[in-house]
């Protein structure tokens, strides 16, 4: 089965696993508005007053990245799948994952991921890179396919 539409690029987005598994503003729901104090009993989370269409942190389901509209999704917007997976490939080289303390690869490598990105964009699923970068923080990006069939056919295509 080939995938018949086009890929829209987003990230990449850059912070701490504690901001990652904020799991409230991940989710275009309403949420609980105690969920809006910091555990400790704080002021409220600022960046839950930020709509989920304008936040950066990546969304729990990919395909709800089709939400949001940064105004530079034009140019990270494919009809080919080497597009794609360039733009993918030249944020990895950018940002590598940070090895592991023993010095061994902290991943299968870049050939064996854009081989496997190539694959599952040609089959309409979607491509998340989400891995330490030297330090505490992590990194995130993604190619989404457009239309997010079969599970999100009723978001619209983001440009329109």
């Known amino acids: 089965m080939e995938f018949s539409g086009h890929w829209h690029g987003y990230g990449p987005w850059i912070g701490t696993s504690d ?6 503003l991940r989710r275009p729901t309403p949420f609980n508005v105690n969920d809006l104090r910091s555990p400790k009993g704080g002021s409220p ?24 509209r940064p105004a530079d999704l034009d140019a990270r917007t494919w009809k080919d799948v080497d597009s794609a997976v360039s733009w993918l490939s030249t944020l990895y080289r950018r940002h590598p994952p ?13 050939p064996a991921r854009t081989d496997y990105a190539r694959t599952a964009l040609d089959h309409g699923c979607d ?34």
């Open 98 to 110: 940070a090895p592991h303390a023993d010095g061994r690869a902290a991943d299968c490598g870049l």
């Open 45 to 68: 989370d600022q960046a839950s007053y930020v709509s989920f269409e304008q936040r950066t942190i990546p969304p729990m389901f990919t395909g709800h990245y089709l939400l949001r």
């Open 19 to 24: 901001q990652y598994h904020t799991e409230y």
């Open 127 to 160: 491509v998340v890179w989400c891995y330490y970068l030297p330090g505490t923080q992590l990194i995130n990006y993604a190619v989404v396919c457009c239309p997010n069939l079969p599970l999100h056919p009723d978001i619209p295509c983001p440009l329109g």
